[in-house]
């Protein structure tokens, strides 16, 4: 085609206009009317976001519904550790103050695989000043025990070092109270 300078020019300058205009109109149809109230995101974010049910509970959530467990735990050296962590989700369990279902409870050897899960030497990310690791089967070797002793044999799972203190008061290893 052999067009002149000028129309050359009017078209150009046309297909921009028509460029910058659909790009306006789309910009209009399809950013959501609360962009930007706030800043850079869509302000009924923040009111759905605060819908979402709260799925997790605190320790304390639990303490109340479980004395028993809750005075072993708040002793222990697991104190810090959620009961969440090792049981699973508080919505799953309780609704409106009453319990709505069954949470897993580990047992035998899913215990051990639990336990590794924080205290395994093997896994490098976990430093013996935050966490206490032990390396198997050489910490069953050194306690003089067969290999399939779990780890709740000799360790509360609530309260870890509870039975090894006692066995040490009683043997006179360790003063009462310490
Ligand atoms: C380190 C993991 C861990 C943590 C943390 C933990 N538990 Fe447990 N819990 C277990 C395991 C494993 C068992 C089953 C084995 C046992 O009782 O020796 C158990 C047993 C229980 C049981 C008895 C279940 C049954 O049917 O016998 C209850 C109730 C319970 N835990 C509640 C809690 C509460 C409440 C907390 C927090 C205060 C908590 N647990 C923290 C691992 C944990
Ligand atoms: C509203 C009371 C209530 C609350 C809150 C509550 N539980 Fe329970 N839970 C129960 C009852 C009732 C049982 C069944 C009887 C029992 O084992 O003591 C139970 C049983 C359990 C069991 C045994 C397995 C099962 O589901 O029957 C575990 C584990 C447990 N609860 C953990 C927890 C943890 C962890 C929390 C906090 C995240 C929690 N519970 C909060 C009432 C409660
Ligand atoms: C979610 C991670 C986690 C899980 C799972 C867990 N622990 Fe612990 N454990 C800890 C932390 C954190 C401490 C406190 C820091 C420490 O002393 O190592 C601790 C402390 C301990 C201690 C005391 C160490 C010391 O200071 O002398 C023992 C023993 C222990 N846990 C055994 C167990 C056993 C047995 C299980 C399985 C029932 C288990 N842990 C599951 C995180 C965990
Ligand atoms: C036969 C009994 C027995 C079994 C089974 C056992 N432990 Fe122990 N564990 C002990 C004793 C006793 C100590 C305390 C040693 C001490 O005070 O010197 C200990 C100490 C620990 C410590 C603290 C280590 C430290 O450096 O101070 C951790 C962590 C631990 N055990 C985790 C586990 C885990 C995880 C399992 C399961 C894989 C397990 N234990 C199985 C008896 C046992």
Known sequence: MD?????????????ICLLAGGGLLFKKLLVPKSFGVYGPYRADAIAEAALVPVRHGTNNSCFKCHPYEAKIHKK???????????????ADHVAEGKKIG??????EKEITTL????????IKARSEEVIKTVAMPNHLKDQKVKLTHNCNQCHHVHAPLKYIIRAKQITGLMEAGS
Request: proline share 2%; charged share 20%; glycine share 4%.
């Open 115 to 122: 336990c590794l899960k924080c205290h395994n030497t093997e």
């Open 102 to 107: 069954t949470l897993p409870v580990k047992k």
């Open 76 to 90: 222990g050296l697991h104190q810090t550790i959620s009961c969440e962590s090792c049981h699973g989700t508080y």
């Open 3 to 15: 067009l002149s300078y000028r129309k050359r020019l009017f078209i150009l300058l046309l297909s």
